[in-house]
């Protein structure tokens, strides 16, 4: 293997054009093998961490959208990031102790000469097991510039068995 071989780009035919395929790229076998691999790197990615989404069909993978969870002794917050939806794209649901994000990421255009794109589109689905009773009717949600966040307010309860233990030294 040579150096030139792992430059993206390789000239045509003695002109000075960049081309943005290789020749091998062209060859179907070759963009079938790339594209199966894509989809395994995007189906494993979220193994790593530690917040499953339970049940997720998603052209996303198991780890779209990308959440942060923070939780406090009244509240539980959560945040997702959702580039590129509105507000009507996304349905928030609460059911059975478990928050449910979904909805769906329409492409803006139908560009059949579209080359090469890493965007995702399709319908998602996130579970979040909250794992404490919280008060239903005073749940919030708000959504600005592709940021969803929740609100789900504690109940007394769940706030009262909070117990505090001492760290001893």
């Known amino acids: 293997m040579s150096v030139r071989d792992l430059i993206p780009w390789g000239r045509d035919n003695g002109n000075q054009v960049p081309s943005l395929f290789r020749d091998d790229d062209r060859d179907p076998f070759l963009s079938l093998h790339r594209e199966v691999n894509r989809l395994f790197d995007d189906a494993f990615r979220g193994f790593g961490s530690g917040l499953r989404s339970v049940g997720s069909g998603s052209a996303f993978g ?29 349905e928030v649901l609460l059911n059975d102790g478990v928050l449910t994000l979904k909805g ?6 139908e560009d059949n000469n579209r080359q090469f794109s890493e965007r995702y589109y399709g319908r998602f689905e996130r579970r979040i ?19 969803l966040t929740v609100s789900l ?8 068995q909070v117990k505090r233990i001492a760290i001893k030294s």
């Open 62 to 90: 198991a780890g779209w959208p990308s959440v942060e969870i923070s939780d406090t002794d009244k509240e539980i917050k959560v945040t997702a990031e959702v580039p590129g939806l509105e507000e009507k794209d996304i």
């Open 104 to 109: 769906e990421k329409r492409s803006e255009s």
């Open 129 to 147: 097991p909250l794992g404490v009773e919280v008060k239903e009717d005073q749940v919030d949600a708000h959504f600005k510039n592709g940021v």
């Open 153 to 160: 307010p504690k109940s007394e309860k769940a706030q009262s």
